[in-house]
């Protein structure tokens, strides 16, 4: 096997010029594993290997795919879904059980080599170390069968989740603070997307005007598009959309951020086969077909991120998307951005233009029909506050919806292209995915 | 509940042996002459190879935005919730923004857009750290 960790596979500039596969690397399978909100510590059927394994195993039913045709396996090998939390995400050590599980490989970490042990691949010859989240993993691995380092790759995300309130402990129950921590943490700022947002999204209410309260429209519609998500949290828990009335009394976290703006940790696991297009006609189910990959990580200029900054940078993920697409905001059909904060979503919804929506419009435009059987199907996933902190959803719907499988969920309107991301303003990745190779 | 005691390196250590003696100094770009705080090892708009220097500023400023901390992850600050939490721009250069607490105004009353003006806590002894605080 070879590890390539040098493979240059990043779209992380301006002006690259549409993406030289663009439609020749295809989507062909898909696989979740349950959503469960923790993992016991001790039911090794429902540990995040176990479930990890469960999604390949779906994944490669779903497209036809042995396991010896696998030869590409990119599998974010981090704790909870990143490395954000620092050690305060780390549960390790513990006490550990006979192989496959006698490390915290299989329990709450998963990588290629665990993978390729316990399933028992033979050929891969691509499983990078040191591999970021899905907004980016998919790019690499769309990258990679694109440029011909693997054939037929798999795609795995794995989101851990033990019992205790979450990222309590580690770093952030220390008296001290190092590091690039010195300069937020002595007045408060744990680190993370919420503290991120929360200021430019202060700074757009009174810049443009509106209420916090009218991220509700958005919030109970990200619920309601969960309920339609089979596989997801809210539906296989019977989570019922929250009330306008829920919402608004709901406890506050950073306030005006309340806890229904923020996602649900949970445990689950969710795999992805990615394969040549011409390869794909030979699979067993509908391919969907990768127009474009793009990354961003953006350096923060000063302390906090503010308005003028996280517009610009999401200005520039549109721009880099589109041109890498070869499309622009009108050929966009599926809009599946993030929402891990509900308060990061207007960003992105206004930055691409998403059914014509500029700068200041957002709100008003969530208050309109964004159902998934009206005109404007925004976010038709449910995304992470519709079906937990999976971060796999926007995919899922995205192929989904271009194969007009999604079920109860499936839109209306024309369903030929899709916009799917895990990315923040500053940091993560997009992917563009078309019915039809061009 | 004291707050969260910073620990210097290499590159802040000349920060804070400046807010130790109540002085607020940030770097500033020799190459594009822009202001810059957090410290750096470059300059982060430019990334000029001619350095960046400390410079020491006035130390006023205006409340941006805030937020309250209701539920935070910090367990030091706990006991403090709810707090403030403003963003400070710098009058000299306002792309330079800090966080406060604003001693001595109540959660949930904070003046956005008033003036600010820094002023130092200790949070350890010998520590100190940069604050801000509503000029009346």
Redesign the interface.
């Given at each position: 096997m070879t590890s390539s960790n040098d493979f240059q596979w990043r779209r992380d500039r301006d002006g690259l010029g549409v993406w030289e596969h663009r439609g020749n690397v295809a989507v062909v399978g898909y696989g979740h594993s349950p959503v469960d909100r923790r993992w016991d510590g001790v039911d090794l059927d429902s540990s995040l290997g176990a479930y990890t394994i469960m999604a390949c195993e779906k994944a490669m039913e779903q497209a036809g795919v042995t396991i010896d045709q696998v030869d590409g396996i990119v599998c974010c090998d981090s704790h909870i879904a990143g490395g954000s939390g620092g050690t305060?995400s780390q549960w390790a050590p513990r006490p550990y059980f006979d192989p496959p599980y006698d490390s915290e490989y299989g329990l709450t970490l998963i990588n290629a080599q665990w993978l390729i042990n316990t399933m028992g691949f033979k050929n891969v010859k691509f499983a990078p170390t040191g591999v970021p989240t899905i907004g980016e993993m998919v790019g690499m691995a769309s990258q990679a069968v694109g440029d011909g380092v693997c054939s037929t790759c798999l795609v795995i995300y794995p989101t851990g989740n033990m019992e205790g309130?979450?990222?309590?402990g580690g770093e952030?129950?220390?008296?001290?603070?190092?590091?690039?921590r010195?300069?937020?943490?002595?007045?408060?700022?744990?680190g993370g997307n919420d503290f991120i947002n929360?200021?430019p999204h202060?700074?757009y209410l009174?810049k443009y005007g509106g209420e916090h309260e009218d991220l509700v429209h958005f919030v109970r519609n990200q619920h309601k598009n969960g309920m339609l998500t089979p596989w997801g949290y809210n539906a296989t828990h019977n989570i019922q959309p929250i009330s306008v009335e829920d919402y608004i009394g709901s406890?506050?976290?950073?306030?005006?951020?309340r806890i229904w703006d923020c996602d649900r940790p949970v445990n689950a696991s969710a795999a992805y086969v990615f394969t040549t297009a011409e390869r794909a006609q030979d699979m067993k189910s509908q391919p969907v077909y990768v127009l474009n990959h793009s990354q961003h990580n953006f350096?923060?200029?000063?302390?906090?991120p503010?308005l003028d900054e996280v517009e610009m940078w999401t200005d520039r993920q549109a721009a880099r998307m589109y041109e890498g697409a070869g499309l622009g905001p009108a050929d966009v059909d599926i809009f599946n951005p993030y929402d891990g904060y509900s308060i990061m979503t207007q960003f992105f919804l206004e930055g691409f233009q998403w059914h014509g929506v500029k700068r200041g419009e957002a709100l008003s435009f969530y208050a309109g029909d964004i159902t998934v059987k009206g005109p404007h199907p925004f976010s038709s996933s449910g995304g992470n506050l519709g079906n937990g902190r999976t971060r796999t959803a926007m995919y899922t719907d995205s192929i989904e919806q271009l194969r007009g499988t999604a079920g109860d969920r499936q839109v209306t309107v024309r369903a030929e292209t899709a916009l799917c991301a895990f990315s923040t303003p500053s940091s993560g990745g997009w992917l563009m995915l078309g019915k039809y190779p061009s | 509940m004291p707050?969260?005691?910073?620990?210097?390196?290499e590159l802040?250590q000349p920060f804070w042996d400046a807010v130790n003696e109540r002085r607020l100094i940030v770097q500033n770009c020799i190459g594009c002459d822009r202001l810059?705080?957090?410290p750096g090892v470059d300059c982060?708009?430019c990334e000029s190879a001619t350095g960046v220097e400390w410079k020491e500023v006035e130390g006023k400023g205006h409340i941006?935005?805030?937020?309250?901390?209701?539920?935070?992850?910090?367990?030091?600050?706990m006991p403090?919730q709810?707090?403030n939490?403003a963003?400070v721009t710098l009058d000299e250069d306002p792309?330079?923004?800090?966080?406060?607490?604003l001693p001595g105004t109540p959660p949930?009353e904070v003046p956005?857009g008033a003036a600010v003006e820094v002023t130092f806590e200790e949070?350890a002894p010998g520590q100190l750290?940069h604050e801000w605080k509503v000029v009346e």
């Amino acid at each position: 096997m070879t590890s390539s960790n040098d493979f240059q596979w990043r779209r992380d500039r301006d002006g690259l010029g549409v993406w030289e596969h663009r439609g020749n690397v295809a989507v062909v399978g898909y696989g979740h594993s349950p959503v469960d909100r923790r993992w016991d510590g001790v039911d090794l059927d429902s540990s995040l290997g176990a479930y990890t394994i469960m999604a390949c195993e779906k994944a490669m039913e779903q497209a036809g795919v042995t396991i010896d045709q696998v030869d590409g396996i990119v599998c974010c090998d981090s704790h909870i879904a990143g490395g954000s939390g620092g050690t305060a995400s780390q549960w390790a050590p513990r006490p550990y059980f006979d192989p496959p599980y006698d490390s915290e490989y299989g329990l709450t970490l998963i990588n290629a080599q665990w993978l390729i042990n316990t399933m028992g691949f033979k050929n891969v010859k691509f499983a990078p170390t040191g591999v970021p989240t899905i907004g980016e993993m998919v790019g690499m691995a769309s990258q990679a069968v694109g440029d011909g380092v693997c054939s037929t790759c798999l795609v795995i995300y794995p989101t851990g989740n033990m019992e205790g309130r979450y990222r309590r402990g580690g770093e952030n129950a220390d008296d001290y603070a190092r590091g690039a921590r010195q300069w937020t943490v002595p007045w408060g700022n744990h680190g993370g997307n919420d503290f991120i947002n929360i200021f430019p999204h202060r700074q757009y209410l009174m810049k443009y005007g509106g209420e916090h309260e009218d991220l509700v429209h958005f919030v109970r519609n990200q619920h309601k598009n969960g309920m339609l998500t089979p596989w997801g949290y809210n539906a296989t828990h019977n989570i019922q959309p929250i009330s306008v009335e829920d919402y608004i009394g709901s406890r506050p976290i950073l306030n005006p951020l309340r806890i229904w703006d923020c996602d649900r940790p949970v445990n689950a696991s969710a795999a992805y086969v990615f394969t040549t297009a011409e390869r794909a006609q030979d699979m067993k189910s509908q391919p969907v077909y990768v127009l474009n990959h793009s990354q961003h990580n953006f350096a923060f200029r000063t302390t906090q991120p503010d308005l003028d900054e996280v517009e610009m940078w999401t200005d520039r993920q549109a721009a880099r998307m589109y041109e890498g697409a070869g499309l622009g905001p009108a050929d966009v059909d599926i809009f599946n951005p993030y929402d891990g904060y509900s308060i990061m979503t207007q960003f992105f919804l206004e930055g691409f233009q998403w059914h014509g929506v500029k700068r200041g419009e957002a709100l008003s435009f969530y208050a309109g029909d964004i159902t998934v059987k009206g005109p404007h199907p925004f976010s038709s996933s449910g995304g992470n506050l519709g079906n937990g902190r999976t971060r796999t959803a926007m995919y899922t719907d995205s192929i989904e919806q271009l194969r007009g499988t999604a079920g109860d969920r499936q839109v209306t309107v024309r369903a030929e292209t899709a916009l799917c991301a895990f990315s923040t303003p500053s940091s993560g990745g997009w992917l563009m995915l078309g019915k039809y190779p061009s | 509940m004291p707050k969260i005691i910073p620990v210097p390196d290499e590159l802040s250590q000349p920060f804070w042996d400046a807010v130790n003696e109540r002085r607020l100094i940030v770097q500033n770009c020799i190459g594009c002459d822009r202001l810059q705080y957090p410290p750096g090892v470059d300059c982060r708009v430019c990334e000029s190879a001619t350095g960046v220097e400390w410079k020491e500023v006035e130390g006023k400023g205006h409340i941006a935005a805030y937020i309250v901390i209701e539920d935070g992850r910090l367990n030091r600050r706990m006991p403090d919730q709810p707090y403030n939490l403003a963003l400070v721009t710098l009058d000299e250069d306002p792309t330079v923004n800090f966080y406060s607490n604003l001693p001595g105004t109540p959660p949930y009353e904070v003046p956005v857009g008033a003036a600010v003006e820094v002023t130092f806590e200790e949070v350890a002894p010998g520590q100190l750290i940069h604050e801000w605080k509503v000029v009346e």
